[in-house]
């Protein structure tokens, strides 16, 4: 009811026909709005553009990686999940899985989350490294073989995600965060579990630690999705194309079918 304002307001102010499109930084955009029946077919993907790093050679990336190292980056907060983090790093331990989980951030759960690593006896694996600046972040993503990326809906985009396929991670990420799918192709550039399966986020972070092969190919294959597609430069020579075609009579181009 809250958006009934909303919808008469905007076509007020914008009779149908006009011609107003809609860059989705979302992939659940376009789904939104057009229950509203609002920019059909004038929805295009958009993203956010976080600084690319370029690697001519992806054996200096890679061979700074700890295969058994996973990442974890983030406000400490409900909807992006860093507790179910720690339950993954809770059950491989008891599986007697070598690994160690670097947690990013500060924020309001913060004090529970340490409490549950005492709780749980994960001093040993599991480190908080407090927050950082975005430069030292990338560092940190450039050492890590695994990222987890654990939030839900409430995630709009999650430029993290942008940064830490450009750093080569092999990204385990929740089918609910709104760059999710956009960026990840599951299991050719990274994987994908359904958002809240702790059991499923588990299985698969142990098939990537199993399998370290795989990582480097998921995290090479996530890296060229950035630096050849996903990426400012990219966006920006093809919003031209697009604003071009619009301009010269085609209202609902359909360009760039690669993403």
């Known amino acids: 009811l809250k958006y009934l304002p909303r919808l008469l307001k905007w076509n007020y102010r914008n009779p149908p026909g006009k011609p107003i499109y809609m860059l989705c930084a979302s992939a659940f955009t376009a789904g939104d709005y057009q229950k509203f029946g609002l ?3 004038r929805c ?21 990686k700890s295969k058994t190292t996973l990442l974890w980056c983030g406000r400490f907060l409900a909807w992006k999940h ?8 809770r059950r491989l331990k008891e599986a007697g899985v070598s690994f160690t ?14 409490q549950t690593i005492q709780a749980e006896g994960l001093q040993n694996c599991v480190e908080f490294t407090g927050p950082m600046p975005p430069e030292q972040v990338r560092d940190y993503m450039e050492k890590a073989g695994i990222f987890l990326f654990t939030s839900d809906r409430q995630e709009g985009w999650g430029a993290v995600l942008n940064e830490a396929m450009n750093s080569g991670c092999a990204v385990v990420a929740s089918h ?3 760059s999710v799918p ?29 399998r370290p092969e795989q990582q480097r190919r998921l995290g090479e294959n996530a ?19 697009l604003a071009q075609a619009i301009l010269d009579g085609d209202p609902s181009p359909e360009l760039f079918q690669d993403c």
């Open 82 to 89: 860093p507790d179910d983090a720690l339950t993954v790093a």
């Open 39 to 41: 920019f059909k077919n």
């Open 182 to 210: 956009y960026l990840v192709k599951d299991r050719e550039n990274g994987i994908v579990y359904h958002s809240g399966s702790v059991d499923e986020l588990l299985e698969k972070v142990i098939w990537l630690l199993d």
């Open 44 to 64: 295009y993907k958009w993203g956010y553009f976080p600084e690319t790093r370029q690697y001519p050679n992806s054996d200096d990336l890679f061979i700074k």
């Open 176 to 178: 609910a965060i709104g």
């Open 223 to 241: 890296c060229r999705t950035i630096t050849e597609l996903w990426n400012a430069q990219v966006a920006a020579e093809r919003f031209i194309q």
């Open 101 to 114: 989980l670097k947690m990013i951030g500060t924020g309001e759960l913060e004090n529970c989350l340490r």
